[in-house]
């Protein structure tokens, strides 16, 4: 897993700031890898492998969010898919009338009026999943909605915690430069 600086993140500035905490992480310690593989092996961290490891957890917890929000959305367009289906059943139902005409039966008209009774039963049992599928939008909506405005939060504490960090490692980087 290594660390992509073309990722477009929301909330981190830009990507010349993400290329420029890669970059000061790569100029305090040069052989970092993008993970914390020295602490897995037993070995202590270089302090540019501990920003290069901090930097890719946010962004990575920001993708993980990110995620969550585009899944959620997604779900917000199968519910209105099916409200579209819905609708459309609801639209092709049509009464059926009866005949004008002299000849026209007690008989014919009882069936009529059974089949527009069914055809009501229908329509509003459409219209019982239309409303049951709306209420799922607005919650959907109210969540997502919820997401976002967490990732957004997030992104603004992940970007203060990144741009500390680089502080850190450009004035680390300063003074191991300096003679």
Do not use: Y
Not at 17 to 26: M, N, P, S, Y
Not at 115 to 141: F, G, P
């Amino acid at each position: 897993m290594g660390i992509s600086t073309n990722m477009p993140v929301k909330g981190t500035g830009d990507k010349a700031f993400q290329k420029e905490a890669v970059r000061t992480a790569h100029r305090v310690a040069p052989n970092a890898s993008s993970t914390a593989q020295g602490a897995n092996s037993g070995h202590s961290l270089a302090s540019g492998e501990i920003f290069l490891f901090v930097f890719e957890l946010l962004i990575n917890s920001m993708e993980i969010r990110q995620n969550t929000v585009v899944t959620m959305a997604g779900q917000l367009q199968t519910n209105a898919a099916i409200q579209k289906k819905l609708n459309a059943e609801n639209a092709a139902i049509s009464f059926a009338q009866v005949p004008d005409g002299p000849n026209v039966g007690q008989a014919t008209i009882n069936r009529i009026q059974d089949e527009n009774e069914e055809k009501t039963k229908d329509r509003q049992d459409i219209q019982n999943e239309l409303i049951t599928e709306r209420q799922s939008a607005q919650v959907q909506m109210t969540n997502t909605n919820t997401n976002v405005n967490f990732a957004e939060q997030d992104a603004s504490e992940d970007t203060g915690w990144l741009k500390t960090l680089n502080t850190v490692f450009k004035v680390i980087d300063q003074i191991t430069q300096s003679p």
